[in-house]
């Protein structure tokens, strides 16, 4: 094996994204390598991949991952100890977290609950513009067609069960096939690797409000939804 260094140290010649050895060599030599390409995967293989290198906790940080303190101080509904995190180990991928408006030359996605009245119309989870995941927010369900991580706060009763920051997957996709690609949870927040559902019934006294019917994240969104009032139309 040639590395790219000695390669480009030794002359190449290019022709339609092959590269070939010509010094020494009586009979050029193929190297089949797309160099472009295969320079930017390096430079880009190693951030945090959504949404399998990323978690949500509304209870501190998580062993294991790098995580960023997403905080809304005029909320009192213990908005001091929510976290996204990634994958320790993987690069850090830049993202920050501002309370008081997007944050110049990022791109920001707006963090947006209209039920809840404690200033969360100036909330911003910023990336830089080069990032890959163009995140998308939605407060009522998860986007179709993306794969979504719900942010759920149960001490905050303005409806924050139904939040969800989505991007396009960066995992091949595939069909889920049943049971196998899917889970059913009951007792808090799932375990990683899947995208959930709350499986939620307000007027159940009885710890309804920690399930969650979730699905692999290598998996396309089945379009799931769930309603405690009747069919969905």
């Not at 880009?44 to 290198?53: T, Y």
């Not at 163009?134 to 993306?146: L, N």
């Not at 303005?158 to 995992?171: I, P, Q, R």
């Amino acid at each position: 094996f040639t590395s790219v260094g000695a390669l480009l140290s030794s002359g190449i010649n290019a022709e339609y994204g092959h590269y070939y050895i010509t010094n020494n060599l009586r009979h050029p030599m193929r190297f089949a390598v797309f160099l472009p390409l295969l320079l930017s995967v390096s430079l880009a293989a190693d951030l945090p991949v959504w949404p399998a290198d990323f978690r949500w906790n509304s209870a501190g940080r998580l062993n294991r991952y790098t995580c960023m303190l997403i905080y809304e101080l005029a909320d009192p509904h213990t908005w001091t100890d929510n976290y996204l995190c990634w994958k320790s180990g993987t690069k850090h991928p830049g993202l920050q977290w501002q309370s008081w408006g997007p944050i110049s030359g990022m791109r920001c996605t707006q963090i947006l609950e209209s039920a809840d009245s404690h200033t969360w119309d100036d909330n911003y989870l910023c990336e830089p513009l080069g990032s890959p995941y163009k995140f998308s927010w939605s407060s009522a369900g998860p986007i179709a067609g993306k794969s979504c991580i719900q942010w759920l706060e149960t001490a905050d009763p303005h409806t924050w069960d139904d939040n969800y920051l989505c991007a396009d997957s960066m995992l091949p996709q595939r069909e889920p096939r049943f049971p196998q690609d899917f889970w059913f949870y009951n007792s808090g927040f799932p375990r990683t690797g899947y995208n959930c559902i709350h499986i939620r019934e307000g007027a159940d006294p009885n710890s309804w409000d920690n399930n969650f019917f979730c699905w692999r994240h290598e998996v396309t969104d089945p379009g799931m939804r769930w309603s405690s009032a009747g069919p969905i139309a």
